[in-house]
């Protein structure tokens, strides 16, 4: 089957770095995202990644290892507002996008 | 540019009741999906657009649900009769259709709770 495991929850302090990590099993791969999903609201667009390495995108940078199935979303100089779930999703061999549970990020003052 | 509509934003209906939902994609996007998710998890695709054309409706309870996209641009999921278990959020999105790989921008979503 295919399945895609983040952390359910994280705890990290504002203006500090968190590292949220995805790894999947799907059958292909043909580009992973990350959506932030703050609670009550549309997951909205973070990054995207085919290739292997790191993408930065201001305070938020991406990073993928298709030979490991592996990936992380890094946020840094933390605030209040990212507190959110970050959702990791691959498309697969068929360009079925197959989504995780989400992890649930507590940013703490 | 405007972005995905949907409504209504919330809906409350008592099990064995129908209800419908509407979504209005990004101007020019071809592609429209309904995803439904329920609390703590991902969102699980019901059903995807091409135009007005489906491309996968395979998780799609077809007993119950139904969904169109008559000429191409809004689109409307209706549920009939609901179940308790169908309590969630329905998430419309949308993406330009250009590609295999687009990125998907989404609605609001809709709360459905079913009593």
């Known amino acids: 089957g295919q399945n895609i495991d983040q952390p359910t929850e994280m705890t990290a302090t504002e203006g500090a770095i968190v590292q949220i990590n995805c790894t999947y099993q799907?059958?292909?791969?043909?580009?992973l995202f990350w959506y932030q999903q703050h609670a009550g609201e549309a997951p909205t667009f973070l990054s995207y990644?085919?290739l292997d390495g790191l993408e930065e995108k201001g305070r938020f940078s991406s990073f993928l290892s298709r030979s490991k199935g592996y990936s992380y979303l890094l946020l840094k100089e933390l605030q209040m507002k990212d507190s959110a779930s970050y959702l990791c999703?691959?498309?697969?061999?068929?360009?079925?996008?197959?989504w995780g549970a989400g992890t649930k990020l507590i940013i703490k003052p | 540019e405007a972005g995905v509509a949907q409504s209504p934003r919330y809906k409350i209906i008592e099990k064995r009741q129908s209800v419908a939902f509407w979504c209005n994609p990004i101007?020019?996007?071809?592609?429209l999906y309904w995803y439904q998710q329920i609390l703590g998890q991902g969102p699980k695709l019901l059903i995807q657009?091409?135009?007005?054309?489906?491309?996968?409706d395979s998780q799609l309870p077809k007993d119950r649900f139904s969904a169109e996209r008559l000429k191409g641009v809004d689109s409307t999921l209706k549920i009939q009769p609901a179940k308790l278990e169908d309590s969630a959020v329905y998430l419309c999105?949308?993406?330009?259709?250009?590609?295999?790989?687009?990125?998907?921008?989404f609605g609001p979503g809709t709360r459905l709770t079913v009593l």
């Open positions: 999105a949308s993406s330009s259709g250009t590609g295999h790989t687009d990125t998907q921008y």
């Open positions: 657009f091409q135009n007005n054309g489906v491309v996968d």
């Open positions: 990644n085919v």
């Open positions: 101007s020019g996007h071809a592609t």
């Open positions: 999703a691959v498309f697969d061999s068929n360009y079925q996008l197959i």
């Open positions: 799907t059958s292909g791969f043909n580009g």
